[in-house]
């Protein structure tokens, strides 16, 4: 795994076990690429003048089934895959944290789910900017809608 420290971590958590679509992260939409393909590609859009900051994780569920998800993260070269606690989500964030922090010091975390292939990095970076300006210790931006 590469680590930039003291930058920043940015953890997407998917899982490829799920009760109402199972596989849903790994299918093709519309023929094309999956749900985790369209995140990461979208990530590494907007971050590529950024990777000197930014150390991207990939939390999975330690299940047979992240195979296909590891399978899919391989394709993006600065994608580090930490696999965690099957059932708890709360839990696999935790530790992938204690896991990643002893070996770098992060000064920013950003989690993101990957349910969404929606997700607007752009937003988020700015964000970002805004945590790092404010310098608060917890930031969560507020969308008027």
């Given at each position: 795994?590469t680590?930039k420290?003291?930058?920043?971590a940015v953890?997407?958590?998917a899982?490829?076990e799920s009760?109402?679509?199972?596989?849903?992260?790994?299918?093709?939409?519309?023929?094309?690429?999956s749900?985790?393909?369209?995140?990461?590609k979208?990530?590494?859009?907007?971050?590529?003048?950024?990777?000197n900051?930014m150390?991207?994780?990939?939390?999975?569920?330690?299940?047979?089934?992240?195979?296909?998800i590891?399978?899919?993260a391989?394709?993006?070269?600065?994608l580090?895959?930490?696999?965690?606690?099957p059932?708890?989500?709360l839990l696999?964030f935790?530790?992938?944290l204690?896991?990643?922090?002893?070996k770098s010091?992060?000064?920013?975390?950003?989690?993101?789910c990957?349910?969404?292939?929606?997700?607007d990095?752009a937003s988020i970076?700015?964000?970002?900017i805004?945590?790092?300006?404010q310098?608060?210790e917890?930031y969560q931006?507020?969308?008027?809608?």
């Amino acid at each position: 795994m590469t680590y930039k420290s003291d930058g920043t971590a940015v953890f997407f958590q998917a899982r490829f076990e799920s009760r109402r679509c199972p596989g849903k992260i790994t299918r093709a939409l519309h023929g094309k690429s999956s749900i985790l393909e369209i995140i990461m590609k979208r990530f590494f859009d907007v971050y590529r003048d950024f990777t000197n900051e930014m150390t991207p994780f990939l939390l999975i569920p330690d299940t047979q089934g992240s195979t296909h998800i590891e399978f899919l993260a391989n394709s993006f070269q600065d994608l580090n895959v930490i696999r965690g606690d099957p059932t708890n989500v709360l839990l696999r964030f935790q530790n992938g944290l204690r896991q990643v922090s002893t070996k770098s010091p992060f000064s920013a975390i950003i989690r993101v789910c990957c349910d969404n292939p929606f997700i607007d990095f752009a937003s988020i970076h700015r964000s970002l900017i805004n945590y790092q300006v404010q310098g608060k210790e917890y930031y969560q931006p507020y969308f008027k809608g």
